[in-house]
């Protein structure tokens, strides 16, 4: 079941509920308006969000099972040291902002790829 941006509940492409008034169908509008706002925020502050999300997708879907995700819960620490490598770095460099943009990750990646080997 799956809870779309009105606050109907769906199973299988049919309605299963949906809410009676206008009133709560536009306050669940909202609500998922803000959260996708906050997320995207989250998103352009953590370089390793999708990484983190893909870990918690594959929880989900092995039903909390550790083991069988360990692939993802890796590649989300490497995202995170390499990051922090990234951090430190600039910062010992005085180059600023610290962690940088989203639209600048994809050439810092590349500047920094040899922090990857360590």
Known sequence: MEKT?????????KVVWEPKSEKIKESCKNRAEEFDLRRQTIDDANPCFEEGQMALECLKKNMYNKAKCSLEFENTRACKKFWFKVKRNRMLNGIHPFLPDKEEREEVKKQYAHLLKD
């Open 5 to 13: 941006s009105d606050g109907s509940y769906v199973k299988d492409g």
